[in-house]
């Protein structure tokens, strides 16, 4: 073993469809409740509807009105997300220097760039830059120690997650609240996607239209919300007598260096981002008791992670869930929000069933849960993203051993 | 230069209220910007220009320093409409 500090999960928080609390979103994912809606647009491509919206969302008691009109949407449920995560955890206990913050995004503020374009008002660029969520949790939390914001698409989420990890290895911080945001409901954004093959446009049962590794699958299907999660030294939390919901054991980055858009067909950067992972959390593949896929419902994605999935540990060998069935794909959201579910898990000792599962495509070999959640026993869980541009991103999070 | 204060009066009062992000009624003649609406350096600029687009004037880079609270203000909107000399500083910015 290393001497670096082993670290704990000790602190949730989310703001999406699928959950204004990680209660919520877990008794969600159990009972398989699709918060997940299609966009709509009329004839002029229009949206009329936008897709797996958080309804009823409101800063109010996080931000002033003042601080409302400055930030973007996806910034204010990531502040949400982040004081949560902060009472969650019983506070931050260390001084301001040793507290960090990671954030990851996709589109930044896309909504107030898209709002603002041949008009900018003052407020404009702080309110669109990918950094600006970073900004306002270390003005909430008083963290005066490093904040960055990590921008790789669908992996954005899961990287900020692991940068913190290192940034308390490395000994920079004790405390870090990581996580992820993105709204990017516009109608801009849904086009584009929809344009590109990439999400599902018109589907009978919207409700079902987000099918992770089901053979009736279309691509998926646009969310928005925020996750974030604290981080802190293990010794740290159990000298304070936190509740520790995991530990964070490892974590492991690729590129695929292959195509702008698609993962490489035979998952080989994916098999390597998980094999990365979990050599950096001292494991095998042979311990692991459960995969929290990417399985964001795209072809191209499911074949090449069910690909990677069952040629690292074997053909349909440990138990896989893709919670993408019942919160849609939040971009940049995705990884931290699974990084929660994942943290759930390890807790709970439950692998949520994917919904919507009902024929699974013969080409994945996988052992996906479906109907019913799963016991799974203590140990490794893993959680995969694989984004655009070929950035893969895989953390593991372990059973908080005493 | 009555009634023109009016005007100005009557497009300020919200339009302060909108940038300070503060009740409308809380904006009177003698409040002071800082002090009592709260108003930073982001708020300053964003009144700074909603006032060139809605009364047509340049307050940047005019001399502000007798400027404490909204009915100064309005006061300066209405003496740079009037085109009175010697309120452009000579340094812009």
């Given amino acids: 073993m290393t001497g670096r500090p082993a670290v704990a999960v000790t602190g949730l928080g989310v703001r999406c469809a699928a959950g204004s609390t990680p209660d919520e979103l877990w008794d969600s994912l159990l009972h398989g409740r699709s918060a997940v809606s299609l966009h709509s647009f009329d004839a002029e491509g229009t949206v009329v509807h936008p897709a797996s919206a958080m309804r009823g969302f409101d800063a109010a008691g996080y931000l002033a009105p003042k601080e409302v009109r400055r930030t973007d949407r996806s910034v204010q449920l990531a502040v949400c997300a982040a004081l949560d995560a902060v009472t969650d955890a019983g506070g931050l206990h260390v001084p301001s220097g040793r507290r960090a913050v990671v954030t990851g995004t996709g589109y930044g503020g896309v909504i107030s760039q898209e709002n603002g374009i041949g008009q900018p008002d003052v407020l404009y660029a702080p309110r669109l830059m990918n950094n600006a969520g970073a900004y306002w949790i270390t003005a909430k939390l008083d963290v005066t120690g490093p904040s960055l914001t990590v921008s790789t698409a669908c992996s954005s989420g899961t990287h900020a997650v692991g940068e913190a990890l290192q940034m308390i290895r490395s000994g920079c911080a004790d405390v870090v609240v990581a996580g992820g945001h993105d709204s990017p409901l516009t109608p801009t954004t849904a086009l584009a996607f929809g344009r590109a093959g990439a999400m599902v446009t018109s589907r ?9 590794f089901d053979a009736e699958r279309q691509g998926f299907v646009l969310a928005e919300g925020a996750a974030f999660l604290v981080l802190e030294r293990l010794d740290l939390a159990r000298a304070r007598g936190a509740r520790v919901y995991a530990t964070l054991t490892g974590y492991g980055r690729t590129s695929d260096a292959y195509h702008l858009t698609a993962p490489h067909p035979d998952g080989a950067g994916a098999r390597a981002c998980m094999e990365q992972a979990l050599a950096d959390a001292g494991t095998t593949a042979d311990a692991v008791t459960h995969v929290n896929a990417h399985g964001t419902g795209t072809e191209l994605n499911d074949l090449a992670e069910a690909r990677a999935i ?93 | ?85 010697g309120l452009h500083s000579p340094v812009g910015r």
């Fill in chain 1, 310 to 402: 069952s040629a690292l540990f074997g053909p349909r060998r440990v138990p896989v869930t893709a919670p993408k069935a019942v919160t849609g794909h939040g971009l940049g959201l995705a990884g931290a929000l699974e990084a929660v579910v994942t943290a759930l898990s390890v807790r709970e000792g439950i692998a949520p069933p994917t919904a919507h599962l009902t024929r699974l495509d013969p080409r994945c070999e996988l052992d996906v849960v479906v109907g019913e959640p799963r016991k799974i026993p203590d140990g490794p869980v893993i959680s995969n993203s694989f984004a655009f541009g070929g950035h893969n991103a895989c953390v593991v999070l372990d059973s908080p051993h005493l």
């Fill in chain 2, 1 to 85: 230069m009555e009634a023109e204060h009016g005007d100005v009066w009557e497009a300020l009062r919200p339009l302060c209220a909108r940038v300070m992000s503060v009740p409308a009624e809380t904006v009177v003649p003698h409040a002071r910007l800082v002090a009592d609406l709260g108003a930073d350096s982001l708020d300053i600029t964003e009144l700074e220009v909603a006032s060139e687009e809605m009364f047509g004037v340049s307050l940047r880079g005019t001399d502000k320093s007798g400027v404490s609270t909204v009915g100064d203000v309005a006061d300066l909107i209405v003496r740079l409409r009037a085109g009175a000399p």
């Fill in chain 1, 204 to 212: 009978a049962e919207p409700a079902s239209a987000s099918r992770p």
